[in-house]
T-cell receptor, first 114, second 114 residues
């Protein structure tokens, strides 16, 4: 069955360091992968989308890589700040033709300490 | 545009009661999605609409759940004869299918079934 896994343990880092979050998937051939941020009690907020033919994508302090051979995406936040503390979700398209239906990982909670 | 809105934000009900939630998507978006999220998990897909047509329903969506989008604008999700296992955050998201695959989420409705 299709499966998406993210680091289940919370990630604690010091302000200014780079946070790296991992998303692995099996039994999928997604056309794209997305990363969302979710704060407690709120809906997810879209951050970045990377397509299967793209290796890397950047947006300000964020960088995402997508390795379709390893079936893995890495999400980096450089020069992290306490305001980056949140849960980060990766999501893949379901593989069904153009439904837009997303399959989410369980999320990784990031805590950035001042 | 103010984004996706959902009402109510919180709902507490007794087991066996019916509840209805509303989602107002971003106005020009033709796709609308419903997801359910429990604590410590990522959102799980329930159903989606393109305009007023409901195109896919998850197996998670039992016969007690029904969703509508009568005029291709707002949507409602009704749960009949609620059970304690229905307690969760119900998230709505919208997208414009011809402009890529980013989904914009609402703040969610937190349902507690006593």
């Amino acid at each position: 069955s299709q499966k998406i896994e993210q680091n289940s343990e919370a990630l604690n880092i010091q302000e200014g360091k780079t946070a790296t979050l991992t998303c692995n998937y099996t039994n999928y051939s997604p056309a794209y992968l997305q990363w969302y941020r979710q704060d407690p009690g709120r809906g997810p907020v879209f951050l970045l989308l990377i397509r299967e033919n793209e290796k890397e994508k950047r947006k300000e302090r964020l960088k995402v890589t997508f390795d379709t051979t390893l079936k893995q995406s890495l999400f980096h936040i450089t020069a992290s700040q306490p305001a980056d503390s949140a849960t980060y979700l990766c999501a893949l398209d379901s593989g069904s033709s153009n439904t837009g239906k997303l399959i989410f990982g369980q999320g990784t909670t990031l805590q950035v300490k001042p | 545009d103010t984004g996706v809105s959902q009402n109510p934000r919180h709902k507490i009900t007794k087991r066996g009661q019916n509840v209805t939630f509303r989602c107002d998507p971003i106005s020009e978006h033709n796709r609308l999605y419903w997801y359910r999220q429990t604590l410590g998990q990522g959102p799980e897909f329930l159903t989606y609409f393109q305009n007023e047509a409901q195109l896919e329903k998850s197996r998670l969506l039992s016969d007690r759940f029904s969703a509508e989008r009568p005029k291709g604008s707002f949507s409602t999700l009704e749960i009949q004869r609620t059970e304690q296992g229905d307690s969760a955050m119900y998230l709505c998201a919208s997208s414009f299918s011809d402009r890529g695959d980013t989904q914009y989420f609402g703040p969610g409705t937190r349902l507690t079934v006593l």
